[in-house]
């Protein structure tokens, strides 16, 4: 029997409570010399970076799914994973307009990247990410 791992909780550097060094190409690296052949890119409400990594991927043979941790009204943390990248995207559009308006404060939370496949800075991230939704984990509320 084969063993296949996979790791579908991972963190990039838009996530406030990364490390500076989750950018595309280290993830990638890691997950590979841990014999890992898929991830999951699940930042804190939002899916800026999966797109880099999975460039940071490309001809790796590491299988990369779009996803995202949602935080919701009730401060429960829900991994959300998607086959494509116009799913995530969607869901990105609808999550923005549930995130409270709040600008982040790095010195308490920490900084919030969005970053190319390079790892090369593309922008900061204001909003503060690390927060609950007004999505509600119950159907209907």
């Known amino acids: 029997m ?17 490390e500076i060094e ?3 190409p280290l993830i990638v690296q890691e997950a590979l010399e841990r014999g890992i052949r898929l991830i999951a890119i699940t930042d ?4 800026a970076n999966v797109s880099a ?7 790796t043979g590491l299988i990369i799914l779009p996803g995202m941790e949602l935080q919701t009204r ?4 829900v991994l959300c994973l998607f086959d494509t990248q116009a799913q995530i995207l969607a869901f990105q559009e609808f ?6 308006d709040m600008e982040n404060n790095p010195e308490f939370f920490g900084i919030q990247l969005v970053v190319d496949a390079n ?23």
């Open 119 to 141: 790892g090369e800075l593309v922008q900061e991230e204001k909003r503060l990410l690390l927060t609950s939704t007004n999505i509600s984990i119950n159907p209907g509320i």
């Open 53 to 59: 990594v999975q460039k940071a991927a490309l001809e």
């Open 22 to 24: 989750m950018i595309p």
């Open 2 to 18: 084969d063993t296949f791992r996979a790791d579908l909780h991972v963190h990039t550097v838009l996530s406030p409570c990364a």
């Open 44 to 47: 804190h409400n939002a899916s």
């Open 74 to 77: 009730e401060e429960v943390h």
């Open 95 to 100: 999550v923005d307009t549930c995130l409270p």
